[in-house]
């Protein structure tokens, strides 16, 4: 009160000295902070709350585009600013890996090779070099490599088994295969059906050893490719011969929501954007990172490798991701910052305590999916300062970031400026994730607490906001919403479900259509189903998710149908470890006499998804659970039920 009579005096005061315009301005904000605190009182609290947060998180963004800018006018791709940053510091550590300590020039040497061979094979500007090769250093040497020519590297799932590892390389229309030696058996399963002018390259990951004879190739179709390597001197340096900053780099491969993987392209533009991102929102100059996760996905191909390649940070990789040796390898290496998905820090706080828990010296940790149930436990018991959770589609624009360690957050939408970065959360139909659209046939922004679906207004001219899409272009058109706020405007649409609370703050709930996620992967349904009605004599087969108390994700779940009884559960068993990689496979069984069909004739699955797999639900229908270790499905009863809800049987 007393504020709004010292106000009121105040305006009145500058009336009457009135001597031009500037006291009418002051008169007029002064009334304009009074109508708002009368009648915006919540709006005002919010925006007192929130804008420190915007303005961090604003100076950062304009960081961000100030470098992507920087980067764009010179046309740079990511093989030409590592060569800078090399020379920045060429015996610097870049990548450490088991024993070995790599420094940035020999990164950037290992590349040449790869280019020289390469270049020798005759792979040439646009041709497509496939990567099929587990964590290691010489993983991103390969794709600059092949990146200096001006070649695009898809990088694809090294857990991708028969049909869906011939559909990722086809896809993508490879010229050439390079796979380390470990995936022989899985190449040789599928060279069949692989197209005859493919190249297939084998890697092997060791030393080079230049002094190494030219082995004879003898008529094989594989050839020893890190034989070359040794065998042939490495190309002088040269700027990529490739199409610019907004070139084509990499594939990532996403499940997206429906089908076989989908190839994501990654431009120079989009990689450079995604790992600045990440370092100037939540990491500080010296850092050396841990990163347990796989390199054939965005988060540990390009935003922890960006790291390195981009702001010359060390990286520590790991060849597969271990809970016990997490913290033990943050002290091996001296981290200073670790990478995680939501399912790790599930693994690592199942630990038990040990001295490792607290000796290391990881300050920030970053990466995507961890939950609001565990993320206290976890820093609390590992003592950690700083989280940065973000979140960002591979093939979308949508990319968002928690900067303040709100607990359980996955980003913010700003309240006060909510049009400098144009994300937003539409309403949907839940079960279609349709948009809900007005009389006028525009999209509505969700209220707070209200779950919508998460989109990224579409820019074409602003790297943050473009939307590369898929390879396969009627793919990419169905991620695109269209009058959206505005007759024709785009948005990406994610397809996951997000809510907003009163401060901006944004939190995950779920996702739309036809994929879940387990253990950190995206299942896609009717890949699953295609698996199975091709081994069980195409029997009717609905796959879906289904929730198990404390466990992130979804299981899957596949009903069948079973007249006579013959189905061979032994023998699907085996066909779908053959055929799917292990987070695909479905966790429980539903044999069925008979099922209900839409009007479409598609096996209904809501109902089935309520009925979970509760053994007492499922009426006359019998249950299995998979056994792992077995590779069985073993019968679930009441009593396998609560064993499994205790978790006393680890799925
Ligand atoms: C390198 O290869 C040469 C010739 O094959 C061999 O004599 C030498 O021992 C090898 N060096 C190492 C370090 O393996
Ligand atoms: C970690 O730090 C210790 C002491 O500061 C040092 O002796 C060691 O060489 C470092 N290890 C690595 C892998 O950088
Ligand atoms: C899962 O799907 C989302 C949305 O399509 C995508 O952004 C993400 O990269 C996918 N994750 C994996 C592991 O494929």
């Not at 010179?74 to 024993?99: A, G, M, Y």
Request: with cysteine.
């Amino acid at each position: 009160m007393v504020l709004v009579l010292a106000a009121v005096a105040a305006a009145c005061a500058a009336v009457w000295l009135s001597q031009g315009f500037l006291c009418m301005f002051v008169a007029f904000v002064v009334l304009g902070v009074l109508y708002l605190l009368a009648f915006h009182s919540r709006w005002c609290y919010v925006a007192l709350k929130t804008a420190p947060r915007d303005l961090r998180a604003l100076f950062s963004y304009v960081k961000i585009l100030w470098i992507t800018k920087k980067f764009a006018r010179n046309e740079v791709t990511i093989p030409d600013w590592f060569h800078e940053v090399v020379n920045r510091h060429p015996d610097k550590p870049c990548f450490l890996f088991q024993d070995e300590v790599w420094s940035f020039k020999e990164v950037e040497d290992y590349s040449l090779r790869v280019t020289a061979v390469l270049k020798a094979q005759g792979i040439k500007k646009g041709d497509i070099v496939g990567l099929l090769v587990n964590n290691c250093p010489q993983q991103p040497a390969l794709w600059m490599g092949i990146a200096r020519l001006g070649a695009i590297t898809p990088l694809i799932n090294t857990n991708q088994r028969g049909n869906a590892l011939i559909h990722s390389i086809n896809v993508a229309k490879c010229d050439a295969l390079i796979f380390s030696d470990e995936y022989q058996p899985a190449i040789q399963d599928v060279v069949k059906e692989l197209s005859p002018s493919l190249k297939l390259y084998k890697f092997s990951h060791r030393p080079l050893n230049t002094s190494n004879a030219k082995s004879e190739g003898g008529g094989d179709a594989i050839t020893d490719f890190t034989n070359l390597l040794e065998t042939t001197p490495p190309a002088p340096w040269t700027l990529a011969n490739a199409d610019g900053f907004q070139g084509k780099l990499l594939y990532i491969y996403t499940s997206g929501t429906t089908g076989l993987p989908k190839a994501a392209v990654i431009s120079n533009a989009r990689f450079v954007f995604m790992a600045t991102g990440l370092h100037y929102m939540g990491l500080e100059g010296q850092e050396v990172l841990y990163c347990p996760l796989p390199l054939y996905h965005t988060a540990g191909g390009v935003i922890s490798v960006g790291q390195a390649l981009i702001m010359g940070v060390t990286v520590a990789l790991k060849a597969k991701f271990s809970a016990s040796q997490y913290f033990p390898d943050c002290i091996k290496y001296n981290a200073t910052g670790a990478h995680y998905i939501g399912e790790m820090c599930r693994y690592v706080l199942a630990t038990p305590p040990s001295p490792a828990d607290t000796q290391h010296r990881v300050r920030v940790i970053y990466g995507n999916g961890l939950r609001p149930q565990i993320w206290k436990d976890f820093v609390k018991r590992f003592n950690i300062k700083s989280v940065s959770e973000f979140y960002g589609a591979t093939e979308g624009n949508a990319n968002i970031a928690n900067t303040d360690g709100t607990p359980g957050a996955i980003g913010f939408v700003s309240r006060i400026f909510p049009s400098v970065y144009p994300i937003a959360i539409i309403k949907v139909n839940q079960e279609t994730g349709e948009p809900v659209r007005n009389a006028m046939g525009l999209c509505q922004l969700a209220q707070p607490d209200e779950p919508g679906v998460f989109i990224g207004k579409i820019q074409s001219h602003n790297p943050a906001r473009q939307y590369l899409g898929y390879v396969d272009k009627d793919a990419s058109e169905k991620k695109v919403v269209r009058d959206v706020f505005q007759f024709g405007d785009a948005a990406f649409i994610s397809g996951d479900i997000l809510v907003a609370d009163e401060l901006g703050y944004l939190f995950f709930r779920d996702r739309t259509g036809d994929t879940f996620r387990w253990r950190g992967e995206n299942v896609s349904t009717t890949e699953v189903e295609s698996a199975i009605s091709r081994f069980a004599d195409h029997r009717d087969a609905v796959v879906y998710g289904v929730l198990v108390p404390n466990t992130e994700g979804r299981a899957g779940m596949c009903g069948i149908v079973d007249v006579d009884g013959t189905l061979d559960l032994v023998k699907l068993a085996t066909d779908l470890a053959r055929d799917l990689p292990v987070y695909a496979r479905p966790v429980f069984l539903r044999v069925m006499d008979s099922v209900d069909m839409t009007g479409t004739f598609k096996m209904k699955k809501t109902d089935l998804q309520k009925d979970g797999f509760d053994p007492k639900l499922a009426k006359n229908d019998k249950l299995y659970y998979l056994d792992l270790k077995q590779g069985r499905y073993l019968p679930l009863g009441v009593e396998e039920y609560e064993r499994i809800i205790s978790g006393q049987i680890r799925l």
